[in-house]
Nanobody, 129 residues
Framework: QFQLVESGGGLVQPGGSLTLSCTAS????????VSWFRQAPGKDREGVSCIESDGFAEYALSAKGRFTISRDNAKRTVYLQISSLKPEDTATYYC???????????????????????WGQGTQVTVSS
């Protein structure tokens, strides 16, 4: 069974950095596009970044400059590096992947999240002094 598990969240001071990991089990990620989303308390879920099977990355406007997505297919893991953390980055961060059966491998229409059939349970990031 194809599952995703996020890790790396925690409590960080403003200005700090963090690297989140999304590790897959049950299926290889090689041909699958993977995205990161986040949801802050009382707010809607929002897209953060997406990485295609060939490594091409897309970012939400709010994420450009401080967020970096990358992947290591051998480790079945997609990473999200966040630098210069701000209190408004506080949220639960989720990774999501295409269904492995017929993946496109692209980030087409990724931002809404509707095309991703597999979601992790999330990892909490809290930015506070």
């Amino acid at each position: 069974q194809f599952q995703l598990v996020e890790s790396g969240g925690g409590l960080v001071q403003p200005g700090g950095s963090l690297t989140l990991s999304c590790t897959a089990s049950g299926w290889k990620l090689d041909h699958i596009a993977v995205s990161w989303f986040r949801q802050a308390p009382g707010k809607d879920r929002e897209g953060v970044s997406c990485i295609e099977s060939d490594g091409f990355a897309e970012y939400a406007l709010s994420a450009k400059g401080r967020f970096t997505i990358s992947r290591d297919n051998a480790k079945r893991t997609v990473y999200l590096q966040i630098s210069s953390l701000k209190p408004e980055d506080t949220a639960t961060y989720y990774c999501a992947a295409e269904s492995p059966t017929f993946p496109l491998g692209t980030c087409t229409n990724w931002f809404t999240g509707g095309r991703f059939g597999r979601w992790g349970q999330g990892t909490q990031v809290t930015v506070s002094s």
